[in-house]
């Protein structure tokens, strides 16, 4: 691993810079999760004693920014000693810099806050299966694997294995090869209410009152030399609790489904 600057990060982004970002950003949204909603927090004793690298953090996902947003308070409270709470912003003025999340980069092009929000620590990335409302078909850039490595390897990092906000969608088995290749330490991260407290972008507040929730659970155990993608990402998935176990409408759904076809076969 290359020795880490004590002036930039993985990617030679000023740290003077990025602390600056992180601060505003942090003031802006604050009330978005201890004011106008109650934002509950549970599980951060998970985040005790991990290493300063190689973590990798895998959640559902329910907002393009309001979710990663959450989570920097979080990540920023903890690093000064507070746990479950960011009752207190003043670790605003300590954040955690060293802290990296991946995300569409159709996303964090568009527009001036969610390129603010690419200079807190974006690792971007192509959809290989979508791509601006469309179906596509392509290969993955290899040097953006490369860059979700680097920054395994200088810090931690979060990302959505579905790649979409859409509840209980497969997940992207992209997620388990790095696991796979880099052996990190995986956190899962079970988020529920912010689809319902803020806009699809989670830059607007859509309803007041919520309490938006992170969860953050224990290591998940992983054979990283016995298991293949397949199994890891079967693991992943069920921590984040996005399988059809979960849906609760799904045998619901079902249900409808084979009363409608006895329906038309008895027709």
Wanted: proline share 3%; net charge positive.
């Amino acid at each position: 691993m290359k020795k880490k600057s004590i002036f930039t990060d993985a990617f030679g982004n000023l740290y003077i810079i990025k602390r600056l970002v992180i601060f505003v950003v942090g003031l802006i949204s604050y009330r978005r999760f201890n004011g106008f909603n109650k934002l509950k927090i549970t599980g951060t004793e998970n985040l005790e004693n991990l290493p300063d690298s190689n973590v990798l953090f895998v959640s559902n996902h329910q907002t393009y920014f309001a979710d990663v947003a959450a989570m920097y308070h979080v990540f920023c409270a903890v690093n000064n000693g507070f746990h479950n709470t960011i009752k207190n912003p003043v670790y605003l003025l300590n954040p955690k810099v060293d802290f990296y999340y991946v995300a569409a980069e159709e996303t964090v092009n568009k527009g001036v806050l969610a390129r603010i929000f690419k200079m807190a620590g974006a690792i971007t990335v192509k959809r290989t299966w979508r791509a601006e409302g469309k179906n596509v078909n392509r290969n993955v850039d290899l040097k953006e694997v490369d860059n979700i490595m680097k920054a395994l390897d200088n810090g931690w990092v979060i990302t959505f294995p579905q790649g979409t906000t859409s509840a209980f969608a497969q997940g992207r088995r992209g997620t388990a090869k790095v696991v796979k290749n880099q052996k990190p330490i995986v956190i899962p991260i079970k988020i529920n209410g912010f689809r319902r407290a803020f806009d699809k972008k989670g830059l607007l507040i859509k309803v007041t009152g919520v309490k938006p929730t992170l969860e953050f659970k224990k290591p998940l155990e992983i054979d990283y030399e016995n298991e293949n993608a397949q199994q890891i990402l079967d693991k992943i998935m069920t921590a984040i609790e996005q399988t059809q176990e979960f849906n609760v409408l799904y045998d619901y759904e079902e249900q409808l489904k084979e009363k409608k076809q006895v329906e038309n076969q008895t027709n």
